[in-house]
């Protein structure tokens, strides 16, 4: 599986950003694919994660409310729609994708959670105050 993100930049406290991720070679009918962000000397953390099949999705306590995943009828391009930004919200973000998803996709967003199997190399996010 490939992914490709795209969308991020740069904008001011409470301003909004929407990330995509274009995916490719899916060999499964479902995944579970998440978005996680990283600050450098910070742990990765998981933000949204969306299955692909049923289109569920899960959030970190940090963006419900603001943060929103989605995917389109073709299931390859997902998205996440960000308001309300806040200058904690700067850092990489990342797509990933798996597909365990009997272990349920919300796991993935879970502190300690496995990593995911399949990711794409990140794009910027800044959030200036």
């Known amino acids: 599986v490939q992914l490709v993100e795209s969308g991020g930049g740069s904008v001011q406290a409470g301003g909004s950003l929407r990330l995509s991720c274009a995916a490719s070679?899916?060999?499964?009918?479902?995944?579970?694919v998440g978005w996680f962000r990283q600050v450098p000397g910070k742990e990765r953390e998981g933000v949204a994660v969306?299955?692909?099949?049923?289109?569920?999705?899960a959030y970190v306590d940090s963006v419900k409310g603001r943060f929103t995943m989605s995917r389109d009828n073709t299931k390859t391009t997902l998205y996440l729609q960000m308001n309300s930004l806040k200058p904690e919200d700067t850092a990489m973000y990342f797509c990933?994708?798996?597909?365990?998803?009997?272990?349920?996709?919300?796991?993935?967003?879970?502190?300690?959670?496995?990593?995911?199997?399949?990711w794409g190399q990140g794009t910027q996010v800044t959030v200036s105050s």
């Open positions: 990933a994708a798996d597909s365990r998803t009997g272990m349920g996709c919300s796991t993935f967003v879970k502190s300690g959670s496995p990593p995911m199997t399949y």
């Open positions: 070679g899916y060999h499964y009918p479902s995944y579970c």
């Open positions: 969306i299955h692909t099949g049923s289109g569920l999705t």
